[in-house]
């Protein structure tokens, strides 16, 4: 049984940092592509990160580029996002995602496996 699992959100002003963890069990890490996704209330989900098997490539969308960074550790089959210089629009749930591809998606439908999600809050 696949479980992806995020921890690190909460409560961080305006410009601060926080780092999320995703970790991952019941699939072999290695091959999986890993994303975060976030929603905010009353909106659709949306791309904010990926990151390729190996780690080697990454894709962010444009509005997190520059303040965020994806990372993964295969050995500790765990997926992280580092988010500086956070804005109140940064506010939302952050979900992990995983995909079995060589390719980075950037589709919510395009992911087989997720998490529950963790509540990123900033205040201004």
């Known amino acids: 049984q696949v479980q992806l699992v995020e921890y690190g959100g909460g409560l961080v002003q305006a410009g601060g940092s926080m780092r999320l963890s995703c970790v991952a069990s019941g699939l072999t890490f290695s091959d999986y592509a890993m994303a975060w996704f976030r929603q905010a209330p009353g909106k659709a989900r949306e791309f904010v990160a990926a990151?390729?098997?190996?780690?080697?490539?990454?894709d962010y969308a444009n509005s997190v580029k520059g303040r965020f960074t994806i990372s993964r550790d295969n050995a500790k089959n765990t997926a992280y996002l580092q988010a500086n210089t956070l804005k109140p629009m940064d506010t939302a749930v952050y979900y992990c995602a995983a995909e079995r591809t060589l390719v980075l998606p950037t589709l919510p439908r395009q992911y087989t496996y997720w998490g529950q999600g963790t509540q990123v809050t900033v205040s201004t």
């Open positions: 990151i390729t098997w190996h780690g080697g490539v990454t």
